[in-house]
């Protein structure tokens, strides 16, 4: 996977490549021509999750819910596009909602057999990447139910409460500045974590958590930072939301500065098919790192609910006609 290789133990540690949870690695094409590092962790034949992880992050990113579920589950992973080990875009067309929309559908086509359904959850940007590509034929097919964590579907710049001011234009400018910068961030330094940490987690998160989450950002590529920075300042996926029509739960921590708790409120109460929102108090935007227990049993729970459940009526429906 796109490796943390700092990390050699505990819950964000790569998963050993061993059975159960051994790596089938595999590139994917997108639509455009675009190649995304893709990855099946868990056995063969068991339910299947397919985790999309957000702006700035990998597929590291997702390393305790894959260590957590592969034991039972096929987890399926990938970088999208520019992160992790996917090939950056050559130009700025490369960025999109309907790109993201374009990334999901070939992942879900090129790991999933006909018909097969899955748990889709996604993190951040990931979890916008679900509302784009509500209509495509391949979610519809292939989703079972949704997981969105820590996310929303407009006006994220505006509502950001990263920069510490009063809502309103300047705010909103100042915002953009920061999260748009060009500038590379540099090594992982103690300033460096106390930003990450202020502007992205809640004020309990422990270092070693902290540290996971630095390493991973500071690794994402300046320029497709920027790029999709660009992207996310004019996200609006609220026609997504609407037609977003699977069992759909949400989770998001109260403390949250990037998307704060009232998009997860609104997606709650917007969503066609919605399962509520389960809210973590003091637990800021990394939902998967910073509560990963929370978050593997909201995925475990709709795996059950609805891909466990309808396979155990297909197969008493199959042998009642036998």
């Known amino acids: 996977m796109s490796r943390l290789t700092h990390v050699t133990s505990g819950p964000f540690a790569p998963p050993a490549a061993a059975p159960p949870a051994a790596a089938r690695e595999l590139t994917v094409v997108s639509a455009d021509g675009a190649r995304l590092h893709a990855e099946v962790h868990g056995p063969e034949g068991a339910p299947a999750v397919v985790l999309a992880h957000g702006w700035t992050c990998s597929t590291a990113f997702w390393a305790a819910q ?145 540290e996971v989450c630095a390493r991973i950002v500071h690794g994402c590529p300046r320029v497709v930072r920027y790029r999709w920075s660009h992207v996310l300042d004019e996200v609006a996926l609220d026609t997504g939301v609407l037609e977003l029509n699977v069992p759909t739960a949400v989770i998001a921590g109260t403390c949250d500065r990037m998307t704060p708790i009232a998009h997860a409120r609104r997606l709650a109460g917007m969503l066609p098919d919605s399962l509520g929102l389960t809210e973590l108090p003091g637990i800021g935007h990394m939902t998967p790192v910073e509560a990963p227990e929370a978050v593997t049993a909201g995925i475990r729970g709709l795996v059950k609910k609805y891909v466990r459940a309808n396979e155990q009526q297909v197969h008493g429906l199959e042998g009642s006609s036998a």
Do not use: N
Not at 86 to 92: E, K, L, Q, R, T
Not at 117 to 124: D, E, I, K, N, P
Not at 125 to 138: D, E, K, L, V
Not at 161 to 187: D, F, I, N, Q
């Open 66 to 210: 894959i260590r957590d579920l592969a034991v039972d589950h096929r987890v399926i992973v990938y970088d999208q596009r520019g992160h992790g080990r996917s090939a950056a875009p050559d130009g700025v067309e490369g960025y999109s909602t309907t790109a993201l929309a374009d990334d999901l559908e070939a992942v879900l086509a090129a790991t999933l057999a006909p018909g097969e359904r899955a748990v889709l959850a996604g993190h951040s940007m990931g979890g916008m990447t679900i509302m784009a590509a509500s209509t495509r034929p391949a979610l519809r097919e292939h989703a079972a139910a949704a997981l969105l964590c820590s996310t929303g579907s407009a006006r994220l710049v505006a509502e950001s409460t990263v920069v510490p001011m009063r809502a309103g234009w300047l705010r909103t400018r100042l915002t953009r500045s920061v999260l748009g910068a060009k500038a590379p961030l540099g090594p992982v330094t103690p300033m460096a974590r106390r930003l990450l940490k202020y502007a992205t987690m809640g004020a309990g998160s422990p270092p070693e958590r902290v």
